[in-house]
């Protein structure tokens, strides 16, 4: 079966290379901007009253498709695709959770931003605390590194093996 998925606008965003782009947006402050293309701008009608909101994606810019794939934050060996963030799946969808700034029309303003610029937006959803916050929660190998503190959260800031 295929599915086929329509793009509904663009990010924009500082990034123009991979190895600059954080690897996680919970490692970014950097601002952003959502432009949703015009025939969907009425879908954002009450988002500016949410403080976050994930943003769907496409990596347009992904090179290959693996099932195997060395994570980013342990380059020390090679995982499941799904058991990773990496860029290069089966489907290149990217997921992540911004600060929205503001809503004008058809833009959003947002924070946190970690994909390239000009990558290709699928969804907005909106955070929503009772829905998306869990509490007993465990991150399998991601556990087992230990302190993640201080270290530089783009790939070139990376130490890989």
């Not at 954002?44 to 496409?58: D, K, M, R, T, W």
């Not at 992904?62 to 099932?67: I, K, S, V």
């Not at 700034?101 to 929503?128: A, E, M, Q, W």
Request: aromatic share 10%; hydrophobic share 35%.
């Amino acid at each position: 079966m295929e599915v086929s998925l329509k793009v509904i606008g663009v990010i924009r965003s500082p990034f123009r290379q991979k190895d600059e782009t954080p690897i996680q947006s919970v490692y970014s402050d950097a601002p952003g901007a959502v432009e949703v293309y015009p025939e969907y701008a009425e879908g954002l009608e009450g988002l500016e009253g949410f403080s976050h909101v994930y943003l769907v994606y496409y990596f347009d810019r992904a090179e290959a498709r693996a099932l195997r794939q060395k994570p980013f934050l342990d380059g020390s060996r090679e995982r499941g695709i799904f058991a990773t963030r990496h860029f290069n799946r089966p489907n290149p969808i990217g997921l992540s959770i911004v600060k929205l700034c503001g809503v004008k029309d058809n833009l959003l303003d947002v924070s946190g931003i970690d994909v390239l610029d000009g990558t290709p937006l699928l969804d907005i959803k909106p955070y929503v605390r009772e829905f998306d916050r869990l509490d007993d929660i465990r991150c399998g190998w991601y556990d087992e590194l230990g302190d993640h503190s201080g270290r530089e959260h783009t790939p070139a800031g990376l130490r890989r093996q």
